[in-house]
């Protein structure tokens, strides 16, 4: 008899599958854009999907210039508070921040996360340093979650902005008419362009072998279970090894979906039209400017959701996309 064999199952790619340090995704990388200077990320809370008829935008589609009916998913996306500004410069040990600056005047639900800051250094010492000693240019940005419903807690997450431009100078520039001041999604992104959604899963805790990696189960005359591995590997190497299959935590890990298209970008004056019969389900209603994207994007409800410039982008942006149809119906029961 031939002995069976099968590929292993779970990739390990995804490992150690193990709980998200956070429950908001960290932006690790930037990718290089050069068109002009912007912020290269932003934040938004997830609210749920519906579904939406567009006119296929895909060219090279089938299906292209015809009425389809496809998933989306709905982000409701508040403005971001500038808080304060860093200049990166590198050494043999990597990027190290060389100058950092905080606006004098801040937003009252900043310190819920932070200390009341106290601006004790010399005029002398907060002086920016030369552009050539500059590498990086990032914005300190929290959000605004008390603007938002949907949300239980009012307590801002804080984080890192990438800026990007031609040159130095440009960013530096760039960075300094922003501090203090909010941002909307419309300075980040527009319809029609790709981004890169990252995002912590939903959490399923801890689960037995066949749900977590899918395996067979075993035969059924099996002696004492079936929903287990067969071994947990050979006498040599004599230790388990790493890559077996074995029970756990499942979800609540970050993972980042490439290439997420825009399908639209709202006001706050415009939610009715995304706004589905008694609130979206677990959310309620969307009374803040909002997105819209094409198909569905890691992590529950009501969790924050960060957006990247695409790392990965195949072809150019669309720069119309029709929707002659949303969905307002009720999703309770769906």
Known sequence: MATPHHPRRGSTAYYPRVRAKSQQGSLRSWPEVHDKAKIQAFAGYKVGMTHVEMIDYRQHSVTAGQNLMSAATIIEVPPLTVAGIRYYGS???????????????????????IPLREVSESKESRQPPEVS??????LIVHTNPGMVTGIPSKTPEIFEINVSGKTIAEKI????????????????SSVGHFVDVIGVTKGKGFTGHVERFGVKLLPRKNRKHRRMIGTLGPWHPDWVRNTVPQAGQMGYQQRTAHNIRILKV???????????????????????????????????SKRLIKFRDAARAKGKAVQEIKLPYVSLESKQGD
């Open 91 to 113: 050494d043999e040990n990597g990027l190290r921040v060389i100058y950092e600056s905080w606006a004098e005047k801040q937003k009252d639900d900043i310190y819920r996360r």
């Open 133 to 138: 000693l500059v590498d990086e240019v990032r």
């Open 173 to 188: 520039e760039y960075a300094a008419s922003k501090v203090g001041k909010d941002l909307s999604f419309t300075e980040f």
């Open 266 to 300: 709202g006001t706050k004056d415009e939610a009715d039209s995304i706004n589905v019969k008694g609130g979206h389900v677990g959310y309620g209603l969307v009374r803040n400017d909002f997105i819209l994207v094409h198909g569905s994007i890691p992590g529950p």
